[in-house]
């Protein structure tokens, strides 16, 4: 029984044989970017997790629907590096203090939502 590949004269010639570029493929002009947004949805909580590979988050919508007798709560979850997770965290933190410093939005203080305990 003849083996694939062990005769020369089946073996693909360099003619056949195609080179692909995939820097040039994949090289844009930066102002060619187009975002297609395919989904839109609100999130009032975020779960992250990180592994050693990446870093995840769940954004969840809050409080859910109860159904079967268990809350379900819609959420999306959003995969990426860990240097896309250092962009990230830097852009919003860079954002949200130039927002705030203008005023223009609350500021989340978490000794505001604590409830205070009555001695018994």
Do not use: C, W
Request: charged share 30%; glycine share 6%.
């Amino acid at each position: 029984m003849e083996k694939t590949g062990d005769d020369p004269a089946k073996a693909p010639s360099k003619e056949t044989v195609k080179t692909i570029n995939f820097n040039e493929i994949y090289r844009f002009d930066p102002k060619d970017i187009v975002p297609d947004i395919t989904v839109s949805r609100y999130s009032n909580m975020a779960y992250i997790q990180v592994t050693q590979r990446d870093v995840y988050i769940d954004f969840l919508e809050l409080p859910g629907i109860k159904r079967d007798g268990k809350m379900v709560v819609n959420g999306t979850r959003i995969y990426m590096s860990h240097v896309a997770a250092q962009k990230l965290a830097e852009a919003l933190g860079t954002v949200l203090d130039q927002v705030h410093t203008k005023g223009g939005m609350e500021r989340f203080s978490p000794q505001a939502g604590k409830i205070k305990k009555k001695p018994i």
